[in-house]
Structure formats: C-alpha cells, structure tokens
C-alpha cells in the first residue's frame, strides 16, 4: 500500500475545508490556538511511519486521552469497573447533565464525560500518585519521555467548567464518586490537558492496533481480549453522538478530543492521528473526519 501518496493526495482533497469548523472556545487556553494546523501521521506495527502536514506541532489531547485513562483502569479493576460506567452509546452530547440524571449517576460510557470523571476518581483510588502514575503510563505507551501536561489548559478549563462541575457534584450525589469533588476534577482536566503532536499519539495508538505484542506499559497490562474491548468503545462511543454518522463514513475504532486531534486504529495493521482544531457541532475536527473517511475509502481498509 502506498500511504505516502494516498497521505498528499488526501491532504490535496480536504484543502477546502481549511476554513470549516472552529477551534473549542468553551476552553479559553483552546480559543487561542491557530485553527488553521492539519497534520497526519500513519503508523504501521511493522514500524513504517507515513506524515503529512503539522505533525511535529503538539496540541492539546483533550478527550482523546480517555483512551489511555480506560486502559489504565481496566487494567486495574477488570470487569469490575462496569459497575461504576456503562458501555453503551449515548447518543447525546459529551457533557450531557440530563443523561447522567436519568440514569441516576452511572454514566453510559468511559468517554463521555460523566465517564471519564468517574474513570479519574476510579484511578485516585488505586494509584498511590495518580498524576504522576497517570503521566508515566502515558509516556511509556507512546514511548517519549517529554510528553507532558499543559498546566495553563487544564487550570482555564477548571475556571470555566461549569457543566463538569455540575456532573461531578451529580456523580457525588449518586454516591458515584469516592473521591473529593474538587480533586477528582482537578486530575480529570490534567488528563485532558496531556499535549502531543501527531506523531505521538499515532504511537500511543499503535498497541491497540498491534496483535502481536503484548499491551504491557509499566504495571498497566491488559489481555488481547480487552484491548478488543477498548477497541469496540472507541468504534461505538468514541465520537459521541456523531458516533453513527461517524462509523458509518470512517469504519475505524477511534477517539476524538476539542483540542481537534483523532487517534484511529486498524487492527493488525497500523494507527493513524490527525489534527485540526476546527471543529464540527458535535466537538469533532471536520479536516480528521473527513481525512480518515478518505483514508478507508483509498486503502479499502477499514474494519467493515
Ligand atoms: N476536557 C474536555 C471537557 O471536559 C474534553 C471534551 C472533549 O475533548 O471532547 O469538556
């Protein structure tokens, strides 16, 4: 397969959406950012790399590091930990208070952000030092020691995060929380405010994608058969409620954050990041959706 050029040839087809979308502004530190940055990076298991554009560049992570925070607990709590998240589809926006409500505080899933709060208060508990712990597993899975948190993005997003303030106190309520309101947001944001450029998180994409190594990064291990589970998350709530609409255009198990970056995985074959910081309604990058779409429809692989 020729990524190099399908990669030119896909960075030529989105040209015209340079200027669709926008960057998050419920995130002060994010409104900031340039939205006019595309980069894409393919990495494949056999350790061939394939770039395009602003991959050097590091942004914001945002919800994309949901996948890295599941994997942690699932690690740590097994089976254990659907008692606490759900794993179905929410079909409603990502920080939906209603949901939460109906479902009297079990979130649907890991990645909206119900779940994700109850993920960070699950790895208070069991981490002895959770932010460092949290950041060590996230340099060793993409294998770069420099890879850090953004404490300005995470401290601007705790001074306007009405909405997560609201689903913690509603999780506290439900007695889904165990952990101090005020910390478990803390260390929720930091995991959000995690920054990479695509190169990095293509890497950190690859051992979901990879079948023959084991999934093993310090103490965090997880079987073949979870690392499928993640896999299948990412595939049906990955991207919200543009989840559907998503699956149906790309055919790859992925994860979307409002910092504008995808990390998307083929098993068996490779990882794959984009970034753009323009977003669609939804909170997803217009240029990445559209790239990955273009990318399965070039290589026919997708897992469908
Ligand atoms: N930190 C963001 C929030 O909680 C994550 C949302 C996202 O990336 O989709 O609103």
Request: net charge negative; charged share 25%.
């Amino acid at each position: 397969m020729n990524y190099e050029k399908i990669l030119s040839e896909i960075a030529a087809e989105i040209e015209p959406l340079r200027t669709v979308g926008k960057q998050a502004d419920y995130i002060p530190a994010l409104a900031k950012v340039n939205p006019d940055r595309f980069g894409m990076c393919l990495a494949t298991v056999g350790g061939d790399v394939y770039e395009w554009g602003d991959v050097t560049e590091r942004f914001s992570i945002q919800s994309v590091t949901k996948v890295f925070s599941l994997s942690m607990a699932l690690s740590y709590m097994g089976e254990e930990l659907w008692r606490r998240v759900g794993k179905e589809p929410s079909g409603s926006a990502f920080n939906s208070l209603i949901q939460l409500e109906l479902d009297r505080g079990i979130p649907r899933n890991p990645f909206i952000n119900a779940g994700a709060i109850v993920v960070a208060d699950v790895l208070m508990s069991v981490l002895d030092n959770p932010e460092a712990d949290y950041l060590a597993f996230v340099r060793e899975i993409c294998g770069d020691d420099t890879v850090d948190y953004d404490r300005e993005v995470a401290s601007s997003e705790r001074e306007k995060g009405y909405v997560n303030a609201a689903i913690a106190n509603m999780l506290k309520y439900y007695g889904n929380l165990e952990n101090d309101i005020e910390e478990v947001l803390r260390f929720y944001f930091l995991q959000c405010s995690v920054e990479m450029d695509c190169r990095q998180l293509a890497h950190a994409f690859l051992p979901f994608a990879d079948r023959d190594r084991a999934f093993l990064f310090g103490d965090v291990r997880l079987t073949y058969s979870q690392v499928k589970r993640v896999n299948a998350i990412m595939q049906t709530c990955g991207f919200y409620n543009d989840a559907g609409e998503y699956s149906y255009l790309v055919g790859l198990p992925d994860k979307s954050g409002v910092g504008g970056g995808i990390g998307a995985v083929y098993p068996g074959r490779y990882a794959v990041a984009t970034w753009c910081p323009r977003l669609n309604s939804k909170g997803n990058s217009v240029m990445g959706m559209k790239a990955l779409e273009l990318l399965t429809t070039y290589t026919h692989e997708s897992i469908f």
